[in-house]
């Protein structure tokens, strides 16, 4: 089995400053002030700030518009008009709530967010200082510390060496368990189950596991329903409820082409054409290609991957890769690529419980087992 790396006294200093420089800044403003000139611009007192796509996204959810409807009005005039009609709408709101708080990013100077309240953010620095007696309590080791400032977040993943188990029937699949640790400026403080496959060391995710737990104050009342959660956690070693089931589902569960074609896109920005290494999707379009089968409906069709294979090829980059495969992947890429991959084990998968045939699937029906063709 494979050594888990942990990150050194001397790495942990530095990703702690790192953190600390990329605190979202926060403004509140007048909803007036703020004019959209597009999905990615707004512009305020006269100046023109980037946005990303969530603050977009968030800004026209606040407005009460949805995102289909603005797409569908942009296609059926111009982008011109989408914003006007944006700007009407802003302006309509405006004494309902008449201030809004732009979330920004101190190193890429963009709006990552707003808020409709300007204490909705819990500061990096005591976020750290949880996570510090966290790892002290709970006897963790940290893995990974990625900071995005895209978004102005930061994710920790930390296991407990004594927290190992396996899964039943399968014995070359062995884990240590442990959490995953993220502060955004716009959903608080998330802990989620983090798990580490000690065949390969590959990090994963459990973004929607049940013990999964969100933290927007850092209030008495709120502090003690946390570490009750925390509390229970531990009792169970840490270990994401139902996970050795769902691991032998994954096993013995057929990746739809589709699936494929996902994880693949989502490693291949890393590591480009290697990702066929790892995630065989242009091996299994050829496969249909050359049976001919050129219609297909990807969500429908098998591939020769199973979705654990699928999740394991998407965890060993995001695990390996920044010391081996990749030029510009991050520890902020390696976290957010296990949190994909463990939604992909977590979620209901394309061709989960479909029943097995006892014909073989490749076979020409047999035409002397035609019984109604052969009536007269």
């Known amino acids: 089995m494979s050594q888990i790396t942990t990150l050194s006294g001397e790495v942990l200093t530095s990703r702690k400053a790192e953190t600390l420089n990329s605190q979202s800044l926060r403004k509140t403003v007048a909803v007036r002030e703020i004019k959209i000139i597009n999905d990615t611009t707004i512009e305020f007192k006269g100046k023109r700030l980037e946005l990303t796509k969530d603050a977009f996204k968030g800004l026209i959810k ?8 603005t797409k569908k009005f942009e296609t059926l005039f111009n982008s011109e008009a989408k914003a006007q009609f944006i700007n009407t709408m802003k302006n309509a709101m405006a004494s309902q709530m008449n201030e809004i708080t732009m979330i920004v990013s101190p190193t890429t100077k963009k709006v990552v967010g707003f808020s409709k309240k300007a204490t909705d953010l819990i500061s990096h620095d005591r976020f750290m200082g949880l996570t510090d007696r966290l790892v002290d309590q709970h006897g963790l080791s940290i893995t990974n510390w990625g900071v995005d400032a895209n978004n102005g977040s930061v994710t920790i993943n930390a296991f407990n060496p004594a927290a190992q188990f396996d899964v039943p029937g399968l014995s070359d699949e062995v884990f240590t368990a442990g959490i995953t640790m993220k502060n955004s400026p716009l959903k608080g403080i998330q802990i989620m189950p983090y798990v580490n496959r000690l065949w390969c060391s590959n990090g994963l995710t459990t973004a929607m596991s049940s013990e999964s737990y969100s933290l927007n104050s850092l209030s008495g009342d709120s502090m003690e329903k946390f570490h009750e959660h925390m509390s229970e956690l531990r009792k169970n070693k840490f270990i994401p409820t139902g996970f050795q089931d769902r691991i032998k589902d994954a096993v013995n569960t057929p990746a739809s082409m589709q699936e494929l074609s996902w994880a693949s896109s989502k490693i291949k920005k890393h590591v480009g054409d290697k990702a066929e290494s790892w995630i065989p999707y242009a091996e299994n379009e050829a496969a249909y290609m050359n049976a001919n089968i050129m219609d297909y409906s990807p969500k429908a069709s098998k591939s020769n ?24 992947m991050q520890d902020k890429d390696s976290t957010e690529l296990m949190v994909q991959a463990g939604n992909l084990l977590g979620r209901q998968w394309n061709l989960q419980g479909s029943a097995r045939s006892p014909f073989s699937q490749n076979a020409h029906l047999d035409a002397t087992a035609q019984i109604g063709s052969l009536l007269n």
């Open 62 to 69: 606040m407005i009460g518009m949805s995102q289909s409807f």
């Open 305 to 328: 991957q199973s979705i654990w294979s699928v999740v394991n090829g998407m965890t060993h980059v995001a695990t390996h890769a920044p010391d081996m495969l990749a030029m510009d």
